[in-house]
């Protein structure tokens, strides 16, 4: 599933939670859960929304609720020296988002 992000800052729906995905050294997509439905946050109805930075993420949901909020990063380490990728080396960082949102 596809969400634009207009869509989502004019709907204002309460975030289940988003997966700021973390890609080489400055590209960052967001997969969201909405109502139990999850996929990537898109800038048309083609493209998936490039962010440059964590603060323009923060910025673009900074009027939204957000249950939970996790910033990922894949390693290529592993991949890059042959070895092998077990365990997995994905970094997963708990960060905030959006509104305060108590339940």
């Given at each position: 599933?596809?969400y634009?992000?207009?869509?989502?800052?004019?709907d204002?729906p309460?975030?289940?939670?988003?997966?700021?995905?973390s890609?080489?050294?400055?590209v960052?997509?967001v997969q969201?859960?909405?109502?139990g439905?999850?996929g990537?946050?898109?800038?048309?109805?083609?493209?998936?929304?490039r962010?440059?930075?964590?603060?323009?993420?923060?910025?673009?949901?900074s009027?939204?609720v957000?249950?939970?909020?996790?910033?990922i990063?894949h390693s290529?380490?592993?991949e890059m020296i042959g070895?092998?990728?077990?365990?997995?080396?994905?970094?997963?960082?708990?960060?905030?988002?959006?509104?305060e949102?108590?339940l």
């Amino acid at each position: 599933m596809n969400y634009q992000l207009t869509s989502l800052q004019r709907d204002k729906p309460v975030f289940e939670q988003v997966w700021v995905l973390s890609y080489e050294m400055s590209v960052y997509l967001v997969q969201i859960s909405v109502d139990g439905n999850r996929g990537l946050v898109y800038a048309n109805d083609s493209n998936p929304m490039r962010f440059t930075s964590l603060e323009q993420v923060r910025n673009a949901f900074s009027d939204l609720v957000v249950k939970q909020a996790e910033l990922i990063h894949h390693s290529a380490y592993d991949e890059m020296i042959g070895a092998a990728q077990e365990p997995d080396n994905t970094m997963r960082l708990p960060i905030r988002l959006g509104l305060e949102h108590s339940l």
